[in-house]
């Protein structure tokens, strides 16, 4: 028997002569965390609506453990709790109110929505704002109750669009140990559309996106595995004299101002060289890291993850 829960193969959608997302398959199984990074343009949100039922692709077919399942199917619906790329709560209503709402859409009523309902709220740490208006309530709260929300109905599997959009550092951590604790007290699998590196590390899979196509998939560190080159970022006043170097070196940098980040397979052993090679004292700074994932979409696709299409 196949844990294969949700399955998309050769899915395109296009906008009039835009051609958004072509050939898309992908595979989701139960309890794994699915990733699609790419860059803004890539057809994430394509993706994402097409997933979420608001889309009809023009080409493809998807399952759902095993039934090939037409968009905006109930029964498809039902098992899938969806978080949107931007807000969509009711601000006027408390966040116990918005759940209630949520819930009564999926067919559910009563105590029983009433105690799932707090319940969610409590582990997500709401416990004491449940009764404040959502306006009220910060980015990073708010954030919560959309994922409180999306769970009410004990769906099987998570689609969220860029979830931590706006969410600071703290917030963005909460999120995750959120979504984790889920994942292990509920199982519930999770497919979600980012472009930031360190949350596509959080995954169990990933499928990199650029220009509506697959161009790479695996796991973080098979990816990983791709790039060996260091990455370092120096900072200097000796502009003239670091891009000399680096010339005569035979590496190409990426200026921004007066710091330069670029790739190197020589890692640490280069920095000596380098700093000897600047007037004394004008080094700011050096930094040194290993590449994550925004690296590696750089090296399979010449893009930055940052970039506009
Ligand atoms: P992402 O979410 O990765 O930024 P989108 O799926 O939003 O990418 O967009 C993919 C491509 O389709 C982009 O080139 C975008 O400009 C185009 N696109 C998205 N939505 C529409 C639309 N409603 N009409 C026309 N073109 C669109
Ligand atoms: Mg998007």
Redo the contacts with the bound molecule.
Sequence with gaps: MSHCLLELESVAHA??E?Q?LQDFSLSVDQGQRVGIL??????????FKVLSGLLEPQAGTMRYRGQVIAVGEPSFRARCGVVFQSASLDELLTPLENLIVSGGFYGQSGADLQQRSKQLLKTMGLEERQHDQVGELSGGLKRRVELARALVHRPEILLLDEPTTGLDELQYRRFWADLDRLREEEGISVLL?THRPDEAERCDHLVF?NE?RTVACGSPDVLKAQVTDSVLAVTTEAVEALTAFLEVQGIQGDWAGDRVVFSSTAGHALIPRLVESLPAGAVQSVALRQPDLGDVFVAVTGRRLEEE?
Excluded at 38 to 47: C, D, E, F, I, M
Aim: charged letters at 10%.
């Design positions: 906008y009039g835009r958004a790419g860059p803004n343009g890539a057809g994430k949100s394509t993706l559309v996106l509506g299409s």
